[in-house]
């Protein structure tokens, strides 16, 4: 790996752990030459999944962007880093259940959406407003409404029944 500081490319490995989520290993490294230290992380490599875009132009598929677009949408809220990760491994693994190599793009869009549905409802409005291209406010609001009706699936409210 390349020293995000002095560029070099000898470092050696502190430490190595799975992450949080399984499917990917966390290390920490430091520079030989410098001695700053800092993370990379090594994630499984998938099958070749390409997006079919709106416009009918196809591309691989990008974990970054996807993971790109969930923290664009949760920007200056109290959404963990983790939580996000954790997310876009979900998206990825349902994308990757159904066995196809080409996915709309017009596919990926609303798992995004329900992910954020549950993780934040500010940050899952500015991704719909994106993604469904709202033209003016009343869109907003409307989007906001449906999001209320919806029923609240917070486990601290919902009582275990069986313990």
């Known amino acids: 790996m390349r020293c995000i500081k002095c560029s070099?490319?000898?470092d050696k490995v502190i430490d190595s752990r799975a992450s949080k989520d399984g499917c990917s290993i966390r290390r920490r490294r430091e520079c030989i030459k410098c001695q700053h230290r800092?993370?990379?992380?090594?994630q499984l490599e998938r099958n070749d999944l390409r997006v079919i875009k709106r416009?009918?132009?196809r591309e691989h598929f990008e974990r970054a962007k996807l993971l790109n677009s969930l923290t664009k949408a949760c920007e200056k809220r109290p959404v963990s880093i983790d939580t996000l990760e954790q997310a876009t491994e979900e998206i990825m693994n349902r994308l990757q259940d159904g066995n196809l190599r080409e996915i709309p793009s017009s596919a990926?869009?609303?798992?995004?959406m329900g992910a954020l549905e549950g993780i934040d409802s500010v940050a899952y409005v500015r991704y719909a407003?994106?993604?469904r291209q709202f033209a003016d406010v009343g869109e907003f609001i409307d989007e906001i409404e449906a999001l209320e009706r919806r029923?609240?699936?917070d486990e601290k409210l919902q009582p275990?029944?069986?313990r």
């Not at 800092?38 to 090594?42: A, K, L, N, P, R």
């Not at 990926?108 to 995004?112: E, T, Y």
């Open 8 to 10: 070099s490319h000898d």
């Open 38 to 42: 800092f993370t990379t992380y090594e």
């Open 55 to 57: 416009n009918g132009v």
């Open 108 to 112: 990926i869009g609303p798992l995004v």
């Open 129 to 131: 407003s994106v993604y």
């Open 151 to 153: 029923p609240v699936l």
């Open 160 to 162: 275990e029944l069986f």
